[in-house]
């Protein structure tokens, strides 16, 4: 029987006979797992899972979709389901200090024949210097017995970015030109929201065929001043909250791309000796 207090991982939800037939939130994964828990009678955690290979000083987002199992309005003996009510924490390395926490709050199930609806909860947080690695933790804030039954699938650990545009000194985003017009230049300014960051660390890179990137030597100030550009060339920077991350793929946020577009001009006719 799939009491109180157990979990399992499967592709199928048939534990309970009141419980929501729901597949698994991945989109698209054919037979795909998530965790059912039957949470306890007694508050407490529930689930646990150290995360590694961390870059320090760099703002990170656990998240996680979870989906109430019990439909609300589905009595039994006389008492509707309790709702689910989830903490989640990111503990140090060592699993004596807490960063952060967030409560859920209740959430109670989709209505009897409906189909069951996914929520999604997270935290934002930021690791510390020298810090690489922390622990992750569920903590079940519900009342046990009938109800506070959940499911839960696709649990995110990533590195989070402001959004960054880039425009050149008439603010512009992307620039068209003819051949003629050539060589040209322009300052380029990464602008970001500041939705995320709290400092900002630039590497300018240029590409030209917008794929292969190479950083630009010296280049790691806000703006960048190029000239001498003939042929079609593509602009983007670089950017962390730590100079000691910036070049690393899992630290970084990387800006709109700014393109130069040169098309070439024909070559000027020429003219017969009688012709005019």
């Not at 922390?134 to 017995?145: A, E, H, Q, T």
Request: with cysteine; aromatic share 12%.
């Amino acid at each position: 029987v799939f009491g109180d207090g157990k979990y399992t991982v499967t592709n199928l939800n048939y534990q309970q006979w009141n419980w929501f037939n729901t597949e698994d939130h991945t989109a698209g994964d054919s037979n795909g797992r998530m965790l059912l828990v039957n949470a306890s009678f007694t508050k407490g955690e529930f689930f646990r899972l150290p995360v590694t290979g961390l870059c320090e000083n760099t703002t990170y987002e656990f998240s996680s979709w979870v989906l109430n199992l019990t439909p609300r309005n589905d009595f039994n003996n006389g008492s509707l389901p309790n709702p689910c009510n989830v903490r989640f924490e990111i503990w140090d390395s060592t699993d004596t200090t807490l960063l952060i926490s967030g409560d859920t709050g209740d959430f109670f199930g989709s209505l009897l024949g409906e189909p069951g609806e996914w929520l999604n909860y997270g935290l934002v947080f930021q690791t510390q210097p020298a810090q690489t690695s922390v622990i992750l933790k569920m903590v079940n804030n519900g009342v046990g017995g009938y109800g506070n039954d959940l499911a839960i699938d696709d649990i995110v650990f990533k590195s989070c970015g402001d959004s960054i545009s880039v425009s050149d000194d008439a603010n512009n985003n992307a620039i068209e030109l003819c051949s003629s017009q050539t060589p040209h230049a322009t300052t380029l300014s990464a602008i970001p929201d500041n939705s995320v960051f709290s400092s900002h660390f630039y590497q300018w890179q240029e590409s030209s065929d917008g794929t292969v990137w190479s950083d630009i030597a010296g280049s790691t100030n806000q703006s960048i001043s190029i000239s001498g550009i003939s042929t079609t060339t593509y602009y983007r920077a670089k950017v962390a909250e730590s100079v000691t991350t910036l070049n690393n793929t899992l630290c970084n946020t990387v800006s709109d791309v700014f393109r130069i577009n040169i098309n070439q001009a024909p070559i000027q006719p020429t003219m017969e000796c009688w012709e005019t």
